[in-house]
Nanobody
């Protein structure tokens, strides 16, 4: 049974930082690309970042590149998202996702499994 469990969300001040983690189980973690997506209140789903199975390539939404670096730890079966210089518009539910293949397709259309999400709230 594939399981993706996000953690690390919470309340942060504008300009602050958070580190999100996703613990994966039930599949060969090293064989699949992984992604982060988010959904802000009243808005549609937005793809944030993806990383290939071999960690050789990472990809980011243009509006977030350089501010939310993605990484993975194959030994621990975890996917991470470092959130830096947070702003109010970053408030959203953040979802960890397993993609269908070893290379990310840079979108949520190729997702095979979703986590339940972790809430990030940025407010002063």
């Amino acid at each position: 049974q594939v399981q993706l469990v996000e953690s690390g969300g919470g309340l942060a001040q504008p300009g602050g930082s958070l580190r999100l983690s996703c613990t994966a189980s039930g599949f060969t973690f090293s064989s699949y690309a992984m992604s982060w997506s988010r959904q802000a209140p009243g808005k549609g789903l937005e793809w944030v970042s993806g990383i290939d199975s071999d960690c050789s390539d990472t990809y980011y939404a243009d509006s977030l590149k350089g501010r939310l670096p993605i990484s993975r730890d194959k030994a621990k079966n975890t996917l991470n998202l470092r959130m830096n210089n947070l702003a109010a518009e970053d408030t959203a539910l953040y979802y960890c996702a397993k993609e269908l293949e070893d290379r990310t397709l840079q979108g949520y259309y190729s997702i095979s499994y979703w986590g339940s999400g972790t809430l990030v709230t940025v407010s002063s």
